[in-house]
């Protein structure tokens, strides 16, 4: 056992096994972990464990000796450390009253170098997500990077002195985009760099050997613009290196920087050798509103270009968006001939917060408004038959797939929806069971939006078929929720087909249940687009 | 600026699968990525993987760069067990993040475990986890070796564990994120009712014990019955059999009757003792 050991008069079961937050690099065999300290539960012994609560240990992996470095404390919610072995930064996320829900806000607290004292760093709120979010330490400077949304609006990282004076420099930010991380690099986890995407994902790297590295690594590979520094050796003299583009699902390398040699390690998707990948072009669209709404678009390679059988595929979340790059789902379906638009609607998280709007449950009828705007694009465009237009969805997709049969009954000719949301009341309730309810509570929001945005709820509005997937083991969405809208839609009359997997959760990591879902969905496709 | 030239050498992995059939195209794109994590060791001399089974399933392997063949370090069978990412803890040595994830009776729960071994797969740091209690909620006849066991969750909160009785592997079943004080099974495998005890703000239990129970086809909580320990009054729950429950409670007379209570949100009382 690794860490606290478990035994019978502990008073609860563990199911976290705990977080790695340093390697140790240099160090044989030891790590720090968070791990959950369990009380026990003893008579007429002074022996029992009484603390409870995220503690930090020092753990040999090959002997198990184990040394405590932070106590535990009812109310930590996750420590980070400087990659050599110093905990420098604990957040804390109280357990309110008795139902021992946590709350919506992460507290922050630094100490100084070779202190134990904790200075607060300020207050981050999970459902807005205003405040300052520390990503990453730097050892070497005495100096931590956070993440935090400016007066734009726009989420940027600055470095924090961590030396009692909180002195802030600005490291990264973007008119755009929100800035979404810093960019580590080995064990030591050593800040190189930080991200953001654009109409493609960029990296402004701190240390300019690693920039001229993927600047020329960009230009002498064929076809891979998407550079990423996966590893590296503990000297970093050894790197490891994905690359990959749109129709390219990625080969890793390892480049020794002394000889130069880049040795090819292994392909991301073998299956895919030989067969003809699409291009993904990013578009901007007009909605109903006048605002430009960028989006995806990816085209069957070598074909048509227009008037084809069309999918508008809303993306997960709400809080995510789509980039440029290999997508699974885009790619099979251009594989099979449609077009695929994958729009980055408002709600989509990347943006900003006027952007994400309150959020895609919240302002449902902004974000599917959007979605369907797109279907309407691609027809006056010329690149989709309005005949067939169709749209898919996973998870929120699903939601938004549902949803845009309800506001616009005639748009899509069918809609495919895995894994999805039907009804925001019931997704309220189930997260009664999980300790974060009063974060969902406060995200899902409460209102007239949880009935006129529930799809269960008008199920008889829908005139398109409805096939849906779902993971009988789903704990992000529950396979109740596809069900009901399966039942809702029987009693109004309406085609619908609802597979369940017994196995699986809310992504389907299975081949065999991933290569029936797809198969299944072209069949529904091609018979209620008519497509031969 | 320095010219940087790149030498390109060697070839990738040989693909760890079997012969690719004549193209299927939902089997190609449908099959998950073949890197599912990937880690440099310390010295830079060899690559960890990830690889997904044919179905499910996961394998971790260990290939020396330059070379095309890699070398197996251990291999998850199991549907409901992932390794969701390794990395290097020496040039000998990795530690595992491991995901389970199991449901029953309309819940689903999931668990990780850090596990640390060998890259020839020996010297696995054995996880012990043990029990709360050893007080039996169902002996699931119908699905043996299981049973379910009482235990708690994270939090402290009781819950149902199922544990396999040749192989020692629990899952959490069932739970809550109040305050329940036990759970009543249909000896089929399904909790129906829970008892939950009032907490004062002071996180002192009340007098109140409130009983909740299910349908049969929904996951819903209804409120049953309110249970006053001070004064003995309402009615407690006392067994769930088949669809209904069997209710003890004191009658105007102040002696304890037993009525069966059908569960089925109608509130029958099909027969009383």
């Known amino acids: 056992m690794l860490g606290q050991r478990d035994t019978n008069e502990q008073v609860y079961n563990r199911l976290w096994g705990g977080r790695v937050i340093d390697w140790l690099s240099g160090q044989d065999n030891e790590v720090l972990m968070e791990q959950f300290f369990i009380p026990e539960s003893r008579a007429g012994t002074l022996l029992a464990r009484d603390e409870e609560g995220i503690g930090v240990v020092q753990v040999n992996t090959a002997t198990s000796r184990t040394r405590r470095v932070e106590a535990p404390n009812a109310n930590s919610y996750r420590f980070v450390s400087d990659g050599a072995g110093q905990v420098r930064i604990m957040g804390s996320m109280p357990i309110r009253g008795a139902t021992a829900q946590v709350g919506r806000i992460i507290t922050h607290f630094y100490r100084q170098p070779n202190a134990s004292a904790w200075t607060p760093m300020g207050d981050y709120d999970v459902v807005t997500r205003r405040g300052p979010y520390p990503l990453a330490i730097d050892g070497a400077s005495n100096a931590a990077y956070i993440r935090e949304e400016g007066a734009d609006g726009r989420a940027q990282i600055y470095r924090m002195s961590l030396d009692g004076r909180n002195t802030r420099d600005l490291t990264v930010a973007h008119p755009q985009v929100d800035v979404d991380d810093v960019i580590r690099l080995g064990r030591r986890g050593r800040v190189v760099g930080a991200t953001y995407a654009t109409e493609r994902r960029q990296a402004v790297y701190f240390d300019p050997e690693l920039q001229r590295i993927a600047q020329q690594l960009s230009r002498a590979l064929p076809n891979s613009p998407l550079i990423n520094f996966v590893g590296a050796s503990d000297d970093e003299s050894k790197l490891l290196i994905w690359a990959g583009s749109d129709n390219d699902p990625g080969t890793y390398y390892v480049l020794d920087r002394q000889s130069r040699n880049l040795t090819r390690v292994m392909q991301a998707r073998p299956e895919l050798e030989g067969m003809a990948l699409a291009t993904v072009r990013p578009v901007t669209y007009r909605a109903a509103d006048g605002t430009q709404i960028p989006a995806y678009l990816t085209l069957p390679p070598g074909g048509a270009q227009r008037g084809l059988p069309a999918i508008v595929m809303p993306h997960g979340g709400p809080s995510a968006r789509d980039e440029w790059g290999f997508a699974w789902l885009a790619q099979y379906f251009a594989n099979r001939g449609y077009a695929v638009l994958q729009p980055n609607f408002r709600g989509s998280a990347g943006y900003g917060s006027d952007w994400f709007q309150i959020n895609g449950f919240q302002s449902w009828r902004t974000a599917i408004g959007d979605v369907n705007d797109g279907g309407r694009w691609l027809v006056s465009e010329g690149i989709a038959n309005p005949e067939r237009l169709a749209i898919f969805g996973w998870s929120y997709g699903g939601y938004a797939a549902l949803q845009s049969g309800v506001v616009d009954p005639g748009l899509f000719r069918a809609v495919v929806a895995v894994a999805p949301v039907t009804d925001l009341g019931e997704l309220r309730r189930e997260l009664l069971e999980s300790n974060s309810f009063a974060s969902t509570r406060d995200f899902i929001g409460e209102g007239p939006h949880i009935a006129a945005g529930s799809p269960a709820r008008h199920a008889a509005t829908i005139r398109a078929p409805v096939l849906m997937f779902h993971g009988e083991l789903d704990r992000n969405v529950r396979v109740r929720q596809s069900q009901l809208m399966r039942d809702r839609l029987r009693d109004a009359g309406r085609p619908v087909e609802l597979v369940e997997f017994p196995a699986l959760d809310h992504y389907l990591e299975d081949n065999a249940a991933r290569a029936q879902m797809l198969r299944r969905s072209d069949a529904f496709l091609r018979q209620a687009l008519g497509i031969q | ?273």
């Open chain 2, 1 to 273: 600026m320095r010219r940087l030239l790149f030498i390109l050498v060697g070839l990738a992995a040989s693909a760890p699968l079997a012969a690719r059939p004549s193209v299927d195209s939902a089997i190609a794109f449908g099959a998950r990525e073949n890197v599912t994590f990937i880690a440099l060791s310390p010295d830079g001399q060899r690559v960890l993987y990830g690889v997904p089974g044919e179905t499910a399933g996961s394998r971790i392997l260990v290939l020396k760069v330059g070379q095309t063949q890699p070398r197996a370090v251990t291999r998850l069978a199991s549907e409901q067990e992932r390794i969701r990412s390794c990395d290097w803890v020496s040039n000998q040595r990795i530690l595992c993040r491991l995901h389970s994830i199991a449901g029953a009776a309309g819940m689903v729960a999931a668990g990780t475990r850090l596990v640390a071994l060998d890259i020839d797969g020996s010297n696995v740091l054995p996880l012990a986890v043990g029990l709360w209690s050893d007080e039996v909620a169902d002996f699931l006849p119908d699905d043996k070796p299981n049973v379910l066991l009482f235990g708690r969750g994270r939090g402290g909160y009781p819950a149902v564990v199922r544990v396999n009785t040749r192989t020692g592997r629990q899952v959490y079943v069932d739970g809550a994120r109040s305050t329940p004080i036990d759970f009543l099974s249909d000896g089929r495998g399904r909790i129906r009712i829970m008892r939950v005890q009032e907490v004062r703000g002071t996180d002192r239990a009340g007098r109140i014990i409130r009983s909740f129970y299910r349908t049969a086809q929904s996951t819903a909580w209804v409120p049953l019955s309110e249970y006053n320990q001070q004064t003995d009054q309402g009615p407690w729950p006392l067994v769930v059999d088949g669809d209904s429950a069997y209710v003890m409670e004191q009658n105007p007379e102040g002696r304890d009757i037993v009525y069966r209570m059908a569960l089925d949100g109608s509130g029958r009382r099909p027969s009383a003792l």
